[in-house]
Nanobody, 125 residues
Framework: QVQLVESGGGLVQPGGSLRLSCAAS????????MGWYRQAPGKERELVAQ???????NYADSVKGRFTISRQKNKNTIDLQMNSLRPEDTAVYYC???????????????????WGQGTQVTVSS
């Protein structure tokens, strides 16, 4: 079973930086797009940034120029470098991956979206 484990959240002052990481493990054949979403209290979950297997990236307008998503060489781990953080960046950040699973017996399954448990990012003085 595929698991996504996030790390790196915490409390930071406005203008500060944090780096989030997400590692996928389990029965994985390949992962297509991976990304980060966030959900603030009382708001809907929104896309922050995503990166494809060929390292094409897409960012929400609100984080362009401040956040950078990258994918490690093993392709199953992504990082989100967050600079110039603002109070409005406060949210629970969730890792997401479009996983093609490797099933018992060696067959390849159908692509499925997997989610991490979420990590809290709080920007406050």
């Amino acid at each position: 079973q595929v698991q996504l484990v996030e790390s790196g959240g915490g409390l930071v002052q406005p203008g500060g930086s944090l780096r989030l990481s997400c590692a996928a493990s389990g029965g994985i054949f390949t992962i297509n797009t991976m990304g980060w979403y966030r959900q603030a209290p009382g708001k809907e979950r929104e896309l922050v940034a995503q990166i494809t297997n060929s390292e094409n990236t897409n960012y929400a307008d609100s984080v362009k120029g401040r956040f950078t998503i990258s994918r490690q060489k093993n392709k199953n781990t992504i990082d989100l470098q967050m600079n110039s953080l603002r109070p409005e960046d406060t949210a629970v950040y969730y890792c997401n991956a479009e996983v093609v699973p490797l099933l018992p017996g060696g067959t390849v399954g159908t692509e499925k979206r997997s989610w991490g448990q979420g990590t809290q990012v709080t920007v406050s003085s």
